[in-house]
Every structure is written in structure tokens, then in C-alpha cells.
């Protein structure tokens, strides 16, 4: 069963709690610390989108340069830059816009949104968070002449190699696959091997598909997420770290030796992932900087003033 993992103080008092499940492995793959169901399938969300990207490498993506790459992991704002490197990538391989079979959406940023419709702009596929990873796929299907218009159909060629990477990578293989919310197929995964996922990229050989991932986002987890998002944030507090969060609570990442972490919250609530990756950052023995610190209990604002706050439940992480 799941348990109490993080809770909402204010003014004093237990606002409430969010239960989940959260597994911790050493650099060999063992477990330091399980907490809850972390043997049972769920699915990563976008915490999958680093183990797709590796999969795009093998099938013969070729990126431009490391952010065409990260770009392709991102779950990004849909800021300028962000929009900049997906239409580089569509220009580049000479494929419309109207190709990417993301949902159309505004940008996720507040600012880059209120920009767009001050201008008269209407939703667009490039602004919807997953637009870079479909770029790079439609990227894939030219350079290995697939079909473009079925590429999200589980039984496309590239679909077929992605999900074996993502089954190698995990160390599982799930015969049911689910699709995400952005179209693409995706495969439930334990913590245990989604963590071990992560594992596998930064302690794989320089020159690997694995580790270009990997360094790729540890050199721009801005433009993998965008301005405040949670792996910006953490990977700025925590050098070394390739973090990637997911929709409906679910984060993964590891540290350079190989460490890992992976949790789930039940309720799905993102106020919660943030400060419990970073109390498992700290448990792993990640020093406890001020900026650690801070993304392990955000505050609780009344009336603009801190009242409260977000921590990992005092106990759990033992």
C-alpha cells in the first residue's frame, strides 16, 4: 500500500496529506529504500521521455546539436526559445508544423502565453509540451523513410523501437501499453525500473545514446522544462543530477554514480513532487544547501505571506 509521504502545514496545523510511493536504488541497482508499491506498474508520464529519446538515437535520430536533443526529452513551457529549437528541427528536416500530431495548446508559461493571445495567436501544435519529442520523431521517420502520417500508431516501426528501448533500458518488458496524453504509446513501469532506467543513462559510456541523453539534459534543464518548473529547479540546486518529472506526480532521476530515486503520488498533485525528490535527494547523501533546502519546503502563502509549509511527512524517508 502506499503511504503518507508528504503533508501541507499551515498556520501550525495538518492541512492535509498526500500519499504515495517512492523506491531509492545504489549505484549496483539495489534497493536502498522502498516505500509503498514500487513493484507495481504505473505509467512515467514524461518521466519516460529520456528513455524515448534514446530509442529515437538508435532508430537514427540525428540532432543538430544538444539542445535538438533535449528538446526531444523536454516537457517544455512552450517559451520562445522552446518554440525556436522545435521549428529549427521541423525546418531543418524539412517537415510542416501541421505534421506534429501533438494536441494544439497555448504555452504552459503564464508570460509566453498572455504574449501569444495579446497578438491574436490561437492554440498551435509547436506550443503543446510534448512538440519537441514529436518533431524529433517526425525526424526519425524521414531519415529512415516511414510513414509520417501514422507515427503515433503503436505499430509504426518507430513506436515498435521505442518501446524495446524503453523495455531494455527499464530491465521489465509490460505486453499492455497505454497512450499518454499526447498521442504516443507509452509503457507502464515499476519505480524499481524506472529508476534503474535512469541509472542505466548516466553511467553509460561517453558516445552512447544513453549518456548523449543524459548529458544532453544535464546541460539545458531549462530548455527540457522552462522558467520555475521543478527539474530547472532541481537540477540547478543539485549538480549532476538528470532529473526528469512526469504528469500526475510521478519524478525520476539519478546522480552520476549512478544513485537513483523514482516516486509516484497518488492524488497526482505536482505541489508534492518537488519536496519529496528533494528530501530523497538528501537521503541519498546530496549535501543540504540552502537551495536543496528551500525546493524540499516551499511555502504556503496567506495573503502574500509565507503561513506554511510543503514537506515530506517528518519519519517517512527512514
Excluded at 530523497?280 to 509549509?309: C, F, I, K, N, Y
Aim: charged share 20%; aromatic share 2%; with cysteine.
Amino acid at each position: 500500500m502506499s503511504v503518507e509521504l508528504v503533508e501541507v502545514v499551515r498556520s501550525g496545523l495538518r492541512e492535509c496529506v498526500h500519499r504515495g510511493s517512492a523506491v531509492l536504488l545504489d549505484p549496483h541497482g539495489e534497493v536502498l529504500l522502498a516505500i509503498g508499491e514500487v513493484h507495481t506498474p504505473t505509467y512515467p508520464r514524461s518521466s519516460s521521455k529520456p528513455m524515448q529519446a534514446v530509442g529515437m538515437l538508435r532508430s537514427g535520430f540525428v540532432p543538430a546539436d544538444s539542445r535538438e536533443l533535449a528538446l526531444a526529452t523536454a516537457s517544455h513551457h512552450g517559451e520562445p526559445e522552446h518554440v525556436a529549437v522545435v521549428h529549427g528541427l521541423l525546418q531543418r528536416t524539412e517537415v510542416d508544423e501541421n505534421r506534429l500530431q501533438c494536441p494544439p495548446d497555448l504555452p504552459s508559461d503564464e508570460v509566453a502565453r498572455a504574449r501569444v493571445l495579446a497578438s491574436g495567436g490561437l492554440r498551435r501544435r509547436i506550443f503543446m509540451n510534448c512538440s519537441g519529442k514529436h518533431a524529433a520523431m517526425l525526424a526519425v521517420c524521414v531519415a529512415r523513410g516511414w510513414p509520417l502520417d501514422s507515427y503515433l500508431d503503436p505499430a509504426h516501426p518507430l513506436q515498435q523501437a521505442v518501446l524495446d528501448t524503453v523495455s531494455d533500458l527499464a530491465g521489465e518488458i509490460e505486453s499492455d501499453h497505454g497512450i499518454d496524453g499526447c498521442g504516443l504509446p507509452t509503457i507502464p513501469l515499476a519505480l524499481t525500473a524506472l529508476a534503474h532506467a535512469f541509472s542505466r543513462l548516466v553511467t553509460a559510456p561517453p558516445g552512447s545514446p544513453e549518456r548523449a541523453v543524459a548529458d544532453a539534459i544535464r546541460d539545458h534543464p531549462w530548455l527540457i522544462s522552462g522558467t520555475g518548473a521543478d527539474d530547472a529547479q532541481l537540477m540547478a540546486a543539485v549538480p549532476g543530477l538528470v532529473c526528469k518529472a512526469g504528469a500526475d506526480g510521478v519524478h525520476a532521476g539519478a546522480l552520476p554514480d549512478g544513485t537513483a530515486f523514482a516516486l509516484k503520488i497518488d492524488d497526482g498533485h505536482e505541489r508534492a513532487r518537488l519536496p519529496l525528490a528533494a528530501a530523497l535527494l538528501h537521503r541519498l547523501g546530496v549535501e543540504w544547501t540552502e537551495d536543496l533546502a528551500g525546493l524540499a519546503s516551499p511555502p504556503v502563502l496567506g495573503g502574500g505571506v509565507r503561513v506554511g509549509t510543503i514537506r515530506a511527512v517528518p519519519g517517512a524517508l527512514r
